[in-house]
């Protein structure tokens, strides 16, 4: 699928695209509902837990998803978002159609529903967050030894860097 841009400007601050977000996420039809349960923006992409619902409080049964103790199931989505002339646009997947953006905070992760398959692409774009997320943070300055040497575009090589900003 691809991208759809709002070209009435009604998206312009964080409040407003984290609204719409929350909009996006939010549905009630005649036999269930989906709420957002948390949405967190990393860069220029959202990542958001939905839930989902049945009315009637029988359990929701999915091809993915565990179905959680509640009847419920939580699923993961990604919101590519940009401006262009000023207009907000976004473009949504589930986790479980493999997006490539993987940096889902592990806060948002650990409220999604277990999968049923440990060979999905939503198995794989969890970990993919998890992979990220045990990234180290460094402060300016910090001197980091590689695990082995790169060589350097003049030929010479390095091991040790120092992390900039």
């Known amino acids: 699928m691809g991208w759809l841009f709002y070209t009435d400007c009604r998206v312009k601050t964080y409040a407003d695209e984290k609204a719409e977000i929350a909009r996006l996420c939010t549905s009630h039809g005649d036999t269930c509902k989906t709420e957002?349960?948390?949405?967190?923006?990393?860069?220029?992409?959202w990542y958001a837990a939905a839930k989902v619902t049945n009315l009637d409080g029988t359990p929701v049964e999915d091809a993915t998803y565990v179905t959680d103790a509640d009847g419920s199931i939580t699923f993961g989505a990604v919101f590519l978002t940009r401006y262009d002339d000023g207009c907000?646009?976004?473009?949504?997947?589930?986790?479980s159609a493999g997006p490539n953006e993987s940096r889902a905070p592990l806060g948002l992760i650990e409220l999604l529903s277990d999968l049923k398959d440990e060979g999905s692409y939503a198995h794989a774009w969890r970990q993919r967050c998890r992979d990220w997320a045990a990234i180290p943070d460094y402060?300016?300055?910090d001197k980091i030894r590689l695990a082995t040497p790169v060589t350097l575009t003049d030929g010479s090589t390095c091991q040790i860097v120092t992390a900039t900003h």
């Open 36 to 45: 957002l349960v948390k949405a967190c923006r990393v860069g220029s992409t």
């Open 88 to 95: 907000w646009g976004y473009k949504d997947m589930e986790e």
């Open 139 to 141: 402060d300016e300055g």
